[in-house]
Each structure stands twice: as C-alpha cells, then as structure tokens.
C-alpha cells in the first residue's frame, strides 16, 4: 500500500494562498462599510476645521441626539435588510408611536413606564403581523409594510388628527439628562451598539443573516423561515416603537404624520454604512456610520453657510457612492465564488 | 473772564457733540445676527416671504442694521430641529421661525429663549410661551369679508362657501369665521358647499359643479383665489355674482378687468417675515416687549369699491387700482399688499423679477 502524502512545500503554498484569498474575500465584503467610515473620517475632519469644540463631547451629545430617532428607526430596517426584506411600515409605527406617548402617557412615571412598555409591545406585534402576512400569504415585503404604513397612519390621524397632546416633563428630561458630561442619547448609542455586538453572534442573528444570503439552502439546513420572518419584522416594530418614544423626548408632542420622514433615511443609512438590499451582508455598526454621516452633512451644510439645498444633493452623491460600493462588492463575491 | 467762560463752554460743547457723535455711531454699528428658520419653500408665498425679508433689511429704517440668514429644511421636522441647533450654536441675537409643526419644535425653542435669543414665531406660529407668535389676524380676515358680502346681498340671498382643504385647521377655522357672520343674517342661506383646495383647478371644479345643480346663486364666499369662482359663472354663462377671496396678484385683476365683478380680497401678507424682523430689531434695540405674547399684524383688504367695516372698524380696505395695487407685468401668484408702511418694497423685487 502506498501513500502519497502532499509535500510539505506544497501544503504551506497552498495554506498561503487560502489565507489570501481568504484576506481578499474579507476585503470585498468589508469594502462598503470601509468606504462609509472613509467618508465619515472625511466628513468629520472637514467639519473639524470649520467649527470650535467638534471634538468634544458636547459635539458627539448634540450629533447623537440629533440621530437618535433615525438610528434606532434603522436599527429595526438594518435586521430586516439583513433578512433581505424592507419594512416601510416603520413610519406609520413612530407616527402612531408618538401619538400614543402624547395620549396615554399619565402624570405619574408608574403609569409612563407601563404605557411606554406597552407602545413597545405593540410595535413588536404590529411587526409580527407584517412577517405573518409575507410568510404565510407570500405576499412581496415591500407592499405589505406599505399597506400597514398606510393603515397606521391613518389610525395615528384617528387619534390625533394634528400636533398636540401632552408629555410630561421628567419623560423629556429623560431624553435630555446626562451623566458627567454623556448624554442619555450617547448612552442609548453605547446600548445601541452592545445589543449588536451580542446580537449577530445569537442564532437568530445568524439565521438572519443566512435566510438574506440564500433563503433556500438556510431553509435546506433547518431554519425556520416563518420563524425569521416573525422575528426581524418584529424586532423592525419594536425599533420603531422605541424611535418613536425617543422622539417623543425631543419634541414634546405627538405628531401623527412624522414618521414617514424616517422611512427613506433609515434606509438611506443602512446601505451608505454598507448594507446591501440584497440580504446577507453588513450589519449595524455600519448603519450607526451611515446615521451619522447623513447628521454630519447637515451640520456641515450649516458650517459652511451655502444653500440648504446642497444637504439632500451632497446625501444622494454619497449614496450613489455607497451603491456603487455595494455593487462592485457584490460582482467581486460573485466571481471569487465561481 | 468772559473769554475764558466762552473757551469753557465751547470746549464743553465740542466734547458734547463728541460724544454724542461716539454715540451715535455705537448705536449705528450695532448690527444683528438674525436667522430665518423655514421649513417649506415649496410655493409663491414663502418665496416671496424671504424675498421681502432680504429686501426689508437692505433699505429703508433696517439698512445695515441685520445680518439675516435664512436656512431652508426640507418640510420635516427632525430636519428643522437639527437646523435649530446649529442656528442656537452659532449665538444669533434672534430667530425667526415659519415653523413645520405647532408644538414639535417647542423644546427646541426653548433652548433658544435659555439661550437669551429673541425668537419669533411667524405666519405658522409655535405654542411654546417664550416665543411671540406673529401673524395675520384670522377671525377678522372672514368676518369683514363675510359682513362684505352680506352688505352686497342686502342681507338675502344664497351663497355658496368654499371649505378650504379638508382636515386643515386653518380651513375650518375661515368656513367657521364665514358661517359665524352670514348666521347673523336670516335671509342670507349656504346652499353649498365645497373643497376649494387653495388652488384654482378644483375651486373653479367645485364652483361648476354646484352652479349645474343650483340654478340661483347670489354670492360666492371662496377661501383660495376667487377667479376660479368668477372663471366657472363666466363658462356656464351666469352673471357675474359678488365674490370673496384673497390677494393673489391674479385674483385682483380678474376682479378689476371683468366687468361687473364685485370682489373683496383678504391678505395674509408675504412680508411677516419683514414684521418678524421689524419686531426682533424692536425688542432687541429697546429691550422692551410686547405686552402680548401675540402679535397681529393686518394686511389690508382689496375690494372692487371702498368698503367701510362695522365690525372692525380699523379695518383698512384699498380698492383694487391696477398698476397701483394690482400688477399686470407681475406673476400671479404675488401675494398683494407687497411692502409693510414703513419701508418700499416694489412689486420687482417681491417677485424676484
């Protein structure tokens, strides 16, 4: 009997050039994300040059505070991105979200404790209903979320038909307190990013991410797609809710018709931070990026003192780089893997 | 003696002017930084608003005496809020803001008013108590308007009222400001009603399709343009019944060219803005505030003839004079009367022509 092991010479070339490929392979999937924190260096160190104290704490309080609605809006969008669907219901949710905080909210913090509790819930069931009807009806996602937007917008408008309604005032203080310097908005970012951190690594964070890459071959190896759907449009309900109550501490109303200002930029965020629509690839430290990003070119915008006009012009351009991005990630992948 | 006595006082009185001259220009040189806050720039009358805003400040008693910058957001909210905060940052004496919601931006503004910055609300004006809230007098708009046309009917006859755009709070408050003064009136009757959408197309649509089903109508109470109203008698070959509208530049010269047309028009004045910044510069030169945390400003009305009102009595109605009030060569969407008294703001530089 004779064996033919692989010469040593051979082994190590071909270790080593797995590990490159493999580095590659790392490379191309992080390039979006890459570019996005790029983008924001930039951003940042223009912004930097033209204004005092951008590098203070005061600077990250006002600019998280400033994105805190939004990013938790696309925290929810950026797990059902993951999952390869969108959710534009996310608008009628905070409208409703805000509407209900404005309403029900009592004096005593008893009852704003139990009434925020319950907004949550109710975001999360709404959710659970969006991935009951796409799963179990196989209706598209995106139409879906559009008929619940347009369901919970009106039932918002039902409510509160303008702007009103009542919060008390710890709940705002809440929103604007901080601790030695941090506001509550950047400690909401840092349990933001602490919830990411343990979340990807979850099964469901994983299963997430496999249904977005290849429905088929996640459902082949045992995952649940009824269970993913419930899940991510559940988790996208309840991030709704909860940008809703965060909302709620900045402006002090309920607003029935504000949420659909966050349905577009939360999606804008998630894929500028490296997201792709196709499922499967990013995650939510890039979204955190994107946010911030789409704040800083306002602030920028103002620095500079040039027409407000150019905010949305200098967000598309960054857009279309993030696609751009995101595309040629995704034809690299594709070639490496055939 | 006597010479010395002379020197002194000259000398005293070269020192006084001195003085007074230092002091004049120390008032002269105090120039204010003031924003302008919009959160909508999507039709005629917010663009002439900060067209007239520009200009107020580069004549007249406000030439020289205000930096004003004016920062557009894109209608939302979150975007005017954010914009706030820079402005508040930047340490401006005064904001003026044409708010996207009545009460979302009021923590906000309360920062400002901490600040020590003078804010004024104006044309949509905010709840928070630390802001004036300026703008046009809304109950006296439709009742003089509504007194108008009952003085034109005799006190008799049907009308048909305009609801303005459903769901809009200022819609109903002018059909509920209508129908208040015309209940006044036993002969007077509403016998229709319709959606005027502050636009021409459905007010000249609503009227048509009313005049198909009523074949008598003696006055028409329109909350948007008026020469809609007076297109849809003109195609369905009625006479030409006495209208209510506002001061679009198109609407006073339909009125002043058709013949037999009888029309009032009330103003919501683009220059607000130029009254927002009158009353910061105001408030920040004296340091004295007004009394009321409101401020009403009244454009005057247009009519077709002088109209005297009992109601409001102050009320001051020009009659409509084409070249003078009325501006063939000018867009039709300029918002009429066009300067405040206390500066010339001409019908050009409104229009940005």
Known sequence: ?????????????????????????????????????????????????????????????????????????ATGQTIVLLRGGIDLSIGGMISLGTVLAATQFGGSPLQVAF????????????????????????????????????????????????????????????????????????????????????????????????????????ELSGVS?????????????????????????????????????????????????????????????????????????????????????????????????????SSLAEKSARRSLS | MRQIAHTVALAATAIGLMAGIAGHAEAEAKKYKIYLSNNFVGNDWRQQMERVANVSVSKGPLEGRVDLKIENVENTVQAQINSLNNIIRSKPDAILIDAGSDTALNPTIKKACDAGIVVI???????????????????????????????????????????????????????????????????????????????????????????????????????????????????????????????????ALACAKTEGAKCILGSNPAYLSSEAIKLAVDILDTGKKPAERHVLVNGDFLATAPFKSELYPDAVTQVIEIGKNAFPDAPPGLTLPITPDWVTITAAEASGS
């Open chain 1, 1 to 73: 009997m004779t064996m033919t092991l692989p010469s040593p010479a051979k082994s190590v070339a071909k270790r080593d050039g797995d590990a490159a490929r493999d580095r590659s392979t790392w490379l191309i999937d992080r390039a979006p994300f890459l570019i996005a924190c790029g983008m924001l260096a930039v951003l940042v160190a223009i912004y930097g040059t033209l204004r005092e104290g951008v590098f203070t704490f005061e600077e990250l309080n006002l600019d998280t505070a400033a994105a805190m609605t939004l990013l938790l809006a």
């Open chain 1, 115 to 218: 009434a925020a509790l319950m907004i949550a819930l109710l975001g999360f069931a709404i959710g659970v209903c969006n991935g009951l009807l796409i799963s179990v009806l196989r209706l598209q996602p995106f139409l879906v979320t559009l008929a619940t937007w347009s369901i919970l917008s009106g039932t918002a408008l039902m409510i509160l038909p303008t702007d009103g309604g009542q919060l008390p005032d710890f709940w705002m203080a809440f929103g604007n307190a901080s601790l030695l310097g941090v506001s509550s908005s950047v400690g909401l970012l840092v349990l933001l990013i602490l919830f990411w951190v343990w979340f990807r690594g979850t099964r469901l964070g994983i299963e997430i991410r496999a249904t977005g890459s290849n429905q088929r071959s996640a």
């Open chain 1, 225 to 325: 797609i009824l269970r993913i759907n419930l899940l991510t449009y559940g988790l996208s309900g309840l991030f709704a809710a909860l940008a809703a109550l965060y909302l709620t501490t900045q402006t002090g109303t309920g607003s029935p018709t504000i949420g659909k200002d966050y349905i577009l930029p939360s999606v804008a965020a998630a894929v500028i931070g490296g997201i792709s629509l196709f499922g499967g690839r990013g995650g939510m430290i890039g979204t955190i990026v994107g946010a911030f990003i789409l704040t800083i070119i306002g602030n920028l915008v103002f620095v500079l003192s040039v027409s407000s006009y150019w905010q949305p012009v200098v967000s598309g351009v960054i857009l279309l780089i993030a696609v751009l991005a």
């Open chain 2, 121 to 251: 609300s104006f044309d949509q004006v905010v709840t928070e108590p630390c802001a004036y809230a300026l703008e046009s007098d809304w109950k006296r708009i439709p009742a003089v308007m509504a007194e108008w046309m009952a003085q034109q009917l005799g006190g008799k006859g049907k009308v048909f009222v305009d609801r303005g755009l459903a769901g809009a709070p200022i819609s109903a408050a002018l059909e509920k400001g209508y129908l208040d003064v015309l209940k006044k009136y036993p002969g007077i009757e509403v016998v229709g009603s319709y959606n005027g959408e502050y636009a021409l197309g459905p007010e000249q649509a609503g009227v048509a399709s009313l005049l198909a089903a009523h074949p008598q109508v003696d006055g028409i109470l329109t909350q948007g343009y008026g020469s809609g109203a007076i297109k849809a008698l003109q195609d369905a070959g009625r006479t030409i019944v006495p209208v209510v509208g506002f001061t679009y530049n198109s609407s």
